[in-house]
């Protein structure tokens, strides 16, 4: 498919656990196209984070492929994966990730210096502008509140312009209208920059916004998201 940027082929993942190994992920054939906004849903436990972990190449499938444009993560060292996802992706978490003793600025500003940019500090200006936080730019993460620490968390992920945007529950800490603002940020990043946004979520506003839903369930995709894949 010439179009497709994200590609999964029968991605297993197992965990060991206290009991035994724990398989988290039970075999996921899945194709996700350039530009596509796709929703990851389903109850607790049922591995939509563990999959997007898979996709972003922060875990490591213990069986199957998974393909991110075009390039086997499986087949790269640490190193390497490190420098794809630099290069190709941003990565929002429900609790932020921020560095405490960075500023909004410089947290935004560390990605694009560790990708050699030569404008890394205008860069990360103009993005802390574009998530309304000009005024707060120099304030250290405990000085913001949940709603703009997850601004600076989008601004850091939307930087370097990545191809690929993988969100995991970036409104579950927050109040609903904190929530709704980060929701119109994160659609409104992906319009401007053109990237391809994958997010778990279990806000069902949040999931209706997206081109597709994949429901997942005990580590499987649910039937209707096996037939959406068949059609």
Same mark, same amino acid.
């Given at each position: 498919?010439p179009d497709e940027?994200?590609a999964?082929?029968?991605a297993?993942l ?7 190994p724990?398989e ?12 596509e ?12 984070s ?5 996709m972003?190449?922060?875990e490591?499938a213990t069986?199957?492929?998974v393909l991110a444009l075009g ?8 190193d390497a994966?490190?420098?794809?996802r630099?290069?190709n992706?941003?990565v929002?978490?429900q ?5 405490p003793t960075?500023?909004a600025l410089?947290?935004?500003?560390l990605?694009?210096?560790l ?9 990360a200006?103009?993005?802390l ?5 000009a005024p707060r730019?120099?304030h250290?993460?405990a000085q913001?509140s949940g709603?703009?620490q997850q ?7 939307? $930087?370097p312009r990545?191809a ?22 994160l ?5 401007r920059h053109?990237?391809t946004?994958?997010?778990v979520t279990?806000?069902?506003?949040? $999931?209706?916004?997206?081109?597709r839903?994949i ?9 209707e998201?096996?037939?959406?894949a068949?059609e």
């Open positions: 498919m940027i994200l999964l082929t029968d297993r197992t965990l060991a656990g206290n009991a035994g724990v988290i992920l039970k075999g996921i054939t899945l194709s996700i196209t350039r530009g906004t796709v929703g990851l849903v389903g109850p607790s436990g049922s591995g939509k563990s999959l997007l972990m898979l972003g190449g922060l490591r069986g199957g492929k390039q086997d993560l499986a087949a790269m060292n640490e994966l490190a420098r794809f630099r290069g992706m941003g929002v978490f609790s932020f990730h921020l560095i960075m500023t410089e947290n935004v500003a990605p694009l210096e990708a050699g940019a030569a404008d890394a500090f205008d860069r200006r103009a993005e502008v574009s998530v309304g936080l730019m120099h250290y993460p913001l709603g703009e601004r600076v968390a989008l601004a850091r992920a939307a $930087a990545p690929i945007l993988l969100a995991d529950e970036p409104t579950g800490n927050l109040d609903g209208v904190n929530g709704q603002a980060i929701m119109d940020l659609f409104g990043l992906r319009d053109g990237a946004l994958v997010l279990h806000a069902p506003e949040l $999931a209706a916004r997206c081109d839903v429901h997942l369930a005990d580590g499987l995709l649910a039937p998201a096996v037939a959406k068949a």
